[in-house]
């Protein structure tokens, strides 16, 4: 018999364990995010961290304007989903922490 057809495999339980594994690395890049931010250093890392910050918030803002004009322009309801404002904030502020950290030198290197 095809595996296929026995329910061993399907696309439905393929695209559920990508979205457990999306919704896994979602939950730790947010509590990495907090404790790189609460972890003190020297004066190289703060500027990392707060320039990475800075823009990560500047993200975060321009969709939830995004957001707020689409709504109006369509003459609907705001609706705002958290999972999805989480999960953007915390790639955007490791991508930028990463191009950061490439520009300004590892900060982790001396311990």
């Known amino acids: 018999m095809d595996p296929v057809t026995q329910g061993m495999f399907t696309w439905e339980n393929f695209f559920l364990i990508l979205f457990g594994l999306f919704l896994l690395g979602s939950i730790l890049l947010d509590v990495a995010m907090v404790v790189s931010l609460m972890r003190v250093g020297d004066e190289r890392r703060q500027l990392i961290v707060w320039k990475a910050?800075?823009?990560?918030?500047?993200?975060?803002?321009?969709?939830?304007?995004?957001?707020?004009?689409?709504?109006?322009?369509?003459?609907?309801?705001?609706?705002?989903?958290?999972?999805?404002?989480?999960?953007?904030?915390?790639?955007?502020?490791?991508?930028?922490?990463?191009?950061?950290?490439?520009?300004?030198?590892?900060?982790?290197?001396?311990?």
Request: positive net charge; proline residues 2%.
């Open 53 to 111: 910050g800075a823009f990560t918030l500047l993200v975060t803002v321009l969709t939830q304007i995004f957001d707020v004009v689409e709504a109006v322009v369509r003459a609907q309801k705001l609706q705002s989903n958290p999972f999805i404002d989480l999960s953007v904030t915390a790639v955007t502020y490791f991508v930028v922490l990463l191009v950061l950290k490439k520009r300004y030198g590892d900060f982790e290197r001396g311990k």
